[in-house]
């Protein structure tokens, strides 16, 4: 089975793809999260965000995080992320995690707050925080951008097996396909073995699925 760990679009999602959305509530498991970009109206959003973790379909909280080149005030962002961290602590929910030039305030948020839950690193594309994250015990998630940044293809080697998803977030232009042909043939294995891999990954880290 493939698994898209973050899309905001069911246009590219065929049969058999497992689809985690910010902000919805269908037939589909999801996540729900306050993006950064709109964290000045954290407030009235994360009541929201509460009620949504307690539906079954609702599998982690995210996107959340810290993005330093968007016009949003530092502590608005701060306040937001906290307040979600708090409720995928409360309901034992992994944390899909946006970060935008801001690692080193990521690291202070969680050497204060010492989370329990699992992060996933959404969109990564920073190699040279590869050592950083991974020494964080935190899940990297690799999307399009895989397909044609070469530096980011260098590294794709380097990451545990055990420590991989793939995604397509907003992107309307390439497949969850691709994307896993590209990452096995990176990584040389066939792309049905990277499949076992991610689904078992899945599985261990999102154990609310499978009840």
């Not at 905001?8 to 950064?36: C, E």
Request: glycine share 6%; hydrophobic share 40%.
């Amino acid at each position: 089975m493939l698994v898209n760990i973050h899309t905001h679009s069911d246009s590219d999602a065929p049969s058999g793809i497992i689809n985690l959305y910010t902000f919805r509530k269908d037939d589909h498991v999801f996540t729900t999260g306050i993006h950064p970009k709109e964290a000045r109206e954290y407030l009235h959003g994360i009541s929201h965000i509460q009620e949504l973790a307690k539906d079954p379909r609702c599998l982690g909280i995210g996107e959340c995080g810290l993005d330093k080149v968007i016009d949003v005030p530092m502590a608005a962002q701060y306040d937001a992320l906290k307040a979600q961290i708090e409720i995928s602590e409360a309901h034992s929910l992994p944390l899909i995690l946006h970060c935008v030039k801001a690692w080193n305030e990521i690291l202070e948020v969680r050497k204060a707050l010492r989370p329990q839950q699992r992060w996933i690193f959404h969109g990564f594309r920073k190699t040279g925080l590869l050592p950083g994250v991974l020494k964080e015990g935190l899940i990297i998630s690799i999307g399009t951008a895989v397909l044609y940044d070469r530096k980011l293809q260098e590294i794709v080697p380097l990451i545990p097996d055990n420590r991989l998803f793939l995604e397509t977030d907003d992107d309307p232009d390439h497949s969850i396909e691709e994307v896993y042909a590209k990452v096995a043939g990176l990584k040389k294995i066939p792309v049905e073995e990277l499949q076992e891999k991610i689904f078992a990954n899945f599985l261990l880290e999102f154990p609310k699925w499978k009840n």
